[in-house]
């Protein structure tokens, strides 16, 4: 056949890897029967990815596959799959648990589509896996319509308990401050906060980043200085940043404390890039973690829905949350990574590390922390939107005691279910790309706070 491809990428994680691991896909496509047609370089923007459409458009191709190299939004899925009545297919690339940075964060990026797409009634095919190995089988397979997404749904509504109805009671009248608009392409992170007002109580609150930023530059010397010296008891490393970005970030930190005085917020959704970078000039990563400890949730990339989580668990397990993305799963190894670029709380730390300073892998700016999730049982659970309302989705594992994986805030679990089930349940509920994750099995009792939500559950 035909077969159109659009290789898709962005500039800020390792592009010298990703063009090489782009050869290797185009050397295993090239293998195939098929005539391989479409851009070869990786498209880096809107224009490019575009132009690759047009291309694929006048080539007249029977199917088209999305090579997901690194992790991008899901805009130009979407504009694919609109654009095109033919077959689609998605294939994103696994890579090393190197210790060292997420370098293409390429299951991110499927995840993301993965969502969009079931949001957009659009069937897809799709494929998880390193074009270095022996990928030709899992390849055909791919393109023969043999790997489509499966189409799972909640199941009913579970039964209320009286610990639910108190945790819901408990939530009921919360206040979420949702600071910047979601970052392009990211629906996972769509709201409506009528429909969370009418299923949990809680109310969102429209803030500006200017807000936010205004509000830090208030902060003065002394309360910048008190809370390093108190950042200073709990990880390493402080003195070797950027001192100046580093004084900003923790400004951050006073404005948000100042933002929830002034509003009576107990948890925020904030956008966390790029502008926290490009036009304030420090990370917000680490002043959410320090939150987040304070069981004061902060969602990154403005996710009210993310943040709802965290407030419901939080609530549930009396302990603080952290907001997650699934980064790897390995068939091999029966197991799966989590991570965050720096923001979670510190009383996950594996005690065999020392919590440290450090920057964001991509941007270079602090504060952010960097270490290894603590061994235990944990669970994992998420207010899902991916089909027409609001649903629970709930699943609980073992975080391992293993070396670091990625840096930032990262862990490695074992799910209760073989990993290739439990990947195949996530993409084919179109499950949105963060997580919230606490120490200890909650499920018994987050299935009762379902039932005094009137929420459909799915457990994966």
């Avoid at 926290?276 to 009210?304: H, M, R, S, W």
Wanted: charge should be negative; charged fraction near 25%; glycine fraction near 8%.
């Amino acid at each position: 056949m035909r077969l159109g491809i659009l290789p898709l990428g962005r500039p800020t994680f390792d592009v010298p890897y990703a063009k090489s691991k782009l050869a290797m896909m185009l050397t295993a496509l090239d293998a195939t029967d098929h005539d391989i047609l479409g851009p070869r370089e990786l498209l880096f923007d809107e224009v490019a990815t575009l132009a690759g459409i047009e291309q694929l458009k006048a080539e007249n191709v029977d199917q088209v596959l999305l090579l997901q190299v690194t992790f991008t939004d899901a805009s130009m899925v979407v504009a694919a799959a609109k654009e095109f009545q033919q077959p689609l297919s998605v294939w994103a690339i696994s890579e090393p648990r190197s210790g060292d940075r997420l370098r293409l964060n390429a299951f991110c990026g499927l995840n993301l589509a993965s969502h969009a797409l079931r949001r957009n009634g659009r069937q897809f095919s799709w494929l998880y896996a390193d074009p270095e190995v022996e990928i030709a089988k899992d390849l055909a397979a791919l393109l023969d319509g043999e790997r489509c997404a499966g189409t799972l749904r909640a199941g009913p509504v579970p039964d209320a308990t009286d610990a639910g109805r108190r945790i819901a009671d408990t939530v009921r009248g919360q206040r979420i401050g949702r600071v910047g608009e979601r970052p392009i392409g990211f629906h996972t992170c769509d709201y409506s906060s009528q429909a969370i007002e009418k299923f949990s109580g809680v109310s969102v609150d429209a803030l500006e980043l200017g807000d936010l930023f205004a509000s830090a530059k208030t902060a003065t010397n002394e309360q910048t200085l008190a809370l390093r010296g108190s950042v200073e008891k709990g990880v390493d490393g402080l003195s070797e940043l950027d001192q100046e970005q580093l004084d900003r970030s923790l400004r951050l930190k006073i404005g948000l404390d100042n933002l929830r005085n002034e509003g009576g917020y107990d948890a925020f959704a904030i956008r966390c890039w790029p502008e926290t970078f490009t036009e304030y000039g420090g990370a917000i990563c680490g002043p959410a973690g320090i939150l987040n400890e304070a069981k004061v949730p902060c969602a990154c990339e403005a996710d009210v829905y993310g943040a709802l989580t965290q407030l419901i668990l939080m609530e549930v397990s009396g302990t603080p949350v952290f907001l997650t993305d699934l980064v790897d799963m390995d068939a091999e190894d029966d197991t799966g990574v989590v991570w965050h670029c720096g923001q979670a709380p510190l009383s996950m730390c594996n005690a065999k590390v020392a919590p440290q300073a450090t920057v964001h892998t991509n941007r270079r700016q602090p504060l952010l922390y960097e270490f290894t999730l603590k061994p235990g049982v944990v669970t994992l659970m998420r207010i899902s939107q991916a089909d027409e309302s609001p649903h629970m989705v709930l699943t609980a594992a073992r975080m391992l005691d293993r070396p670091m994986a990625h840096t930032g805030t990262s862990g490695v679990l074992r799910f209760f279910d073989p990993v290739d089930d439990t990947l195949e349940r996530i993409i084919s509920s179109g499950l949105e790309h963060h997580m919230a994750l606490a120490y200890g099995d909650h499920r018994v009792t987050l299935r009762g706070v379902a039932g005094a939500m009137n929420l459909p559950i799915l457990e994966i």
